[in-house]
C-alpha cells in the first residue's frame, strides 16, 4: 500500500477513531439520535480534525516539546470556535440541536491525538490528509449510528435534514415506516451505547474478510492492538 | 469394598437444570390461573407469544454461536424466561410488545454475555424495562378486572385487540378501558398514586372501586396465588427462602412504618405486600439463580436492597410499581454484595 492508501485504511477502517480507538465517545452517543445531527457533528468534527492537523503540521518545528499539548488544545479551541460561529450564523437550529456538544468537540480525544501521534510528526500534505481520513471515520459511524438510531426509533431516515441545508430540504424526510409507537429505548443513551456495541462487534466479525480483501495477503499481519498512535 | 470419589459439587439434590426451570414454572400455574381468571385470554395469548418468540430467538443465538441448539433449549430456561416476561405484560398489549421484549430478553441481556448462567442482569425484567421505557403507553394500559368491564370480551375480540388493536365491534383498547360506571379504570398502585399527587388523602382512595374487596380488586388474589406457588418452591427448595423473606419483610416494615406516620399520604403495608408485583417478584424474579446473590447473608442483602428501592421508587418515584427496576438496580450489586460476603472457608479464622 502507498502510504497514502494505508492512511485512508486506517482512518476509516483499521484505526477506526470511534469504533477501535473509542475516542470521542461522549459527542457520538449523545447526539447520534437522527442522521442529520450525525451528520452536522461529524462535519464539525472532520473540519476541526482537518485544521487542527494542518496548523499543528505547520507549526511542528517551533513548538517546545514541553508544551506542546497546551499550544494543540489552544489550535483546536480556536478551530472549534470557529466552527461554532459559523454553524451559529448559517445552520443556527442545528447549532440549538447539537447544543453543548458543538464546544465539546474541543474535548475529543481524536482530535488532539491525530494531532500528536500524526501531525507533529509528518508533513502538511500527509498530515491534512490524515485528518480527512480520520475525520471521514468518526463522520461514518456517526451517520450509521444515527441511521440506525433514526429508523428504529422513529422509522424515519433524514428527518430535520432543513436544519443542515436549508428549507427546500424537508422533501428529504424519508418515512420508511410508521410505527404506533415509537421505540424510545433507541433514541434514548442507552439505545446508543447497545447500537455502537453491537457496531463494534460487527466490524470484529468482518474484520479479518474486510482486512483480507483491502490488504492482501502478502502483507502478514503482526499482532495487532487497538491503539491511538500508528508506531508502537 | 471400595470408595467411588466423585468430584464436586457434592450436592444431595440431583436436579438439573431443565427440572429446576419447570418447576419453577409449574409454581406460577396458580399465578397463571388466577391471571386469567381476571384479566381474561390475553394472558394466555401473551405468554404464547413471548414463550415462542423466546425460544426461537435463542435457537437462533445458539445456531450463531455454532452450538447444539436443541439441547440448549431443552433446559427450559428460554421458556421460563418468556413465561415471567409474559406473565408482567398488560394482557391486552399489541402483538409485537411481546415479541419485540422478548428477543431483547434473550438476545442482548442473556446470549450476548454468554449464555445461560453468564448473564448480569434478570433476562425478563431487562426485557421488561426496554418495553416500559420504550411504549409507556401499551404498557401502562391494564384493563380493568373482568368482573368490573362494561363490554365483555369473547376470545376472539381478544385476538383481534392484540393483532390489530380493536374489538370485533371495533371498539379501541381505550374505549374498552372505561368501566361499568363509565370511569377509567387503573391498577391499584397506579390509583394511588395519581389520587395521592391529586392531594386525595388515602382513605377517600380506599373508597372507590378498585378497592372494594380492601386490597385491591383482582390484584390481592393474584398475589396470593403467587405467594402460594412461592411457598411450595421454598418448600422444594428450589429456592432459598432468604431473598423473599427479606424483600417481603422489609418492605411490609418501610410501608407500615410510612404508613403509622402518614396514614392520609401513603397506602398501607398490605396493599404495598399485597400489589403490582410484589409477590411475584419476590418469589420469582429475585430469586433468579444466575442473576441473584449466591451468599447466604448476600442473599439476605440483596433482598433488602430490592425492597429499599421498591419502596422508594413506589413512593417518591415516577412509576406506579417498581420491582422490574428495583430487581436491574440490586442485580448491579450482586458482584460487590458476593465479594463482601463471601462465607468463612472451614478452618480459616475470621477474614
Redesign the interface.
Known amino acids: 500500500m502507498t502510504p497514502l492508501q494505508d492512511i485512508s485504511w486506517q482512518g476509516i477502517w483499521k484505526n477506526n477513531p470511534a469504533l477501535v480507538q473509542m475516542l470521542g465517545l461522549c459527542p457520538l452517543l449523545a447526539v447520534t439520535n437522527t442522521v442529520i445531527n450525525g451528520l452536522g457533528l461529524g462535519i464539525a468534527t472532520l473540519f476541526v480534525l482537518l485544521g487542527s492537523n494542518i496548523t499543528v503540521s505547520v507549526v511542528r518545528n517551533w513548538i517546545p516539546n514541553e508544551i506542546r499539548i497546551p499550544v494543540f488544545v489552544m489550535v483546536i479551541a480556536s478551530l472549534v470556535t470557529i466552527v461554532q460561529l459559523l454553524m451559529n450564523a448559517y445552520t443556527y437550529q442545528l447549532y440549538q440541536t447539537l447544543g453543548i456538544f458543538i464546544p465539546l468537540i474541543v474535548t475529543n480525544c481524536a482530535i488532539i491525538g491525530r494531532a500528536e501521534a500524526f501531525a507533529s510528526k509528518n508533513s502538511v500534505g500527509l498530515a491534512a490528509y490524515d485528518g480527512l481520513m480520520m475525520g471521514l471515520g468518526f463522520l461514518l459511524v456517526l451517520v450509521v449510528l444515527g441511521a440506525v438510531r433514526e429508523l428504529l426509533g422513529s422509522g424515519t431516515l433524514f428527518a430535520g435534514a432543513e436544519l443542515l441545508v436549508g428549507d427546500n430540504a424537508k422533501t428529504l424526510t424519508w418515512v420508511v415506516f410508521q410505527p404506533d409507537e415509537n421505540f424510545l429505548v433507541a433514541i434514548l443513551p442507552p439505545g446508543a451505547f447497545i447500537i455502537m456495541g453491537l457496531l463494534i462487534a460487527l466490524k470484529n466479525k468482518y474484520d479479518k474478510r474486510i482486512e483480507h480483501i483491502v490488504v492482501g495477503e502478502q502483507e502478514k499481519t503482526k499482532i495487532e492492538r487497538a491503539r491511538v498512535t500508528l508506531e508502537s | 469394598m471400595s470408595f467411588r470419589v466423585a468430584s464436586s459439587p457434592h450436592g444431595h439434590i440431583q436436579r438439573k437444570t431443565s427440572n429446576v426451570m419447570l418447576a419453577v414454572a409449574l409454581a406460577c400455574l396458580p399465578g397463571i390461573a388466577t391471571q386469567v381468571w381476571y384479566f381474561g385470554f390475553g394472558v394466555l395469548i401473551q405468554l404464547v407469544l413471548a414463550i415462542s418468540a423466546a425460544m426461537l430467538a435463542e435457537a437462533i443465538c445458539i445456531r450463531q454461536r455454532e452450538r447444539n441448539a436443541l439441547l440448549t433449549l431443552k433446559d427450559n430456561s428460554a421458556l421460563l424466561t418468556g413465561l415471567l416476561l409474559g406473565l408482567s405484560l398488560p394482557p391486552l398489549a ?1 402483538w409485537w410488545i411481546a415479541i ?1 421484549g422478548s428477543v431483547f430478553a434473550i438476545v ?1 441481556v442473556k446470549q450476548v454475555y454468554g449464555g445461560l448462567g453468564q448473564n448480569l442482569f434478570n433476562p425478563a425484567m431487562a426485557g421488561y424495562v ?1 418495553l416500559l ?6 404498557m401502562t394500559l391494564w384493563l380493568p378486572p373482568l368482573q368490573l368491564v362494561e363490554y365483555q370480551l369473547t376470545f376472539t375480540d381478544t385476538i383481534m385487540l392484540i393483532f390489530t ?1 380493536y374489538s370485533e365491534t371495533g371498539y379501541s383498547l381505550a374505549q374498552l378501558r372505561v368501566d361499568l360506571d363509565g370511569f377509567t379504570m387503573a391498577t391499584p398502585l397506579d390509583t394511588v398514586k395519581t389520587a395521592l399527587t391529586n392531594q386525595q388523602t388515602y382513605s377517600e382512595i380506599l373508597t372507590g372501586k378498585v378497592f372494594s374487596d380492601g386490597y385491591g380488586i383482582a390484584w390481592f388474589p393474584v398475589n396470593l396465588a403467587y405467594l402460594v406457588g412461592g411457598l411450595w418452591l421454598v418448600q422444594q427448595k428450589i429456592i432459598s427462602w432468604r431473598i423473599p423473606t427479606a424483600f417481603l419483610v422489609t418492605l411490609f416494615t418501610l410501608s407500615f412504618i410510612t404508613h403509622i406516620i402518614s396514614p392520609d399520604g401513603s397506602a398501607s403495608a398490605m396493599l404495598h405486600v399485597f400489589s403490582g408485583a410484589s409477590m411475584f417478584g419476590a418469589f420469582f424474579i429475585l430469586t433468579d439463580p444466575v442473576s441473584a446473590s449466591t451468599t447466604a447473608k448476600g442473599k439476605i442483602i440483596f433482598g433488602i436492597l430490592a425492597a429499599v428501592l421498591v419502596y422508594l421508587i413506589r413512593n417518591w418515584g415516577g412509576y406506579p410499581d417498581a420491582v422490574a427496576f428495583a430487581v436491574l438496580l440490586a442485580n448491579m450489586c450482586v458482584p460487590l454484595i458476593d465479594y463482601y460476603t463471601k462465607p468463612r472457608t472451614y478452618g480459616h479464622v475470621s477474614g
Not at chain 2, 421505557?133 to 401499551?138: I, K, R, T
Open positions: 399489541p419485540i442482548l426496554v421505557v420504550s411504549f409507556p403507553l401499551s388493536g
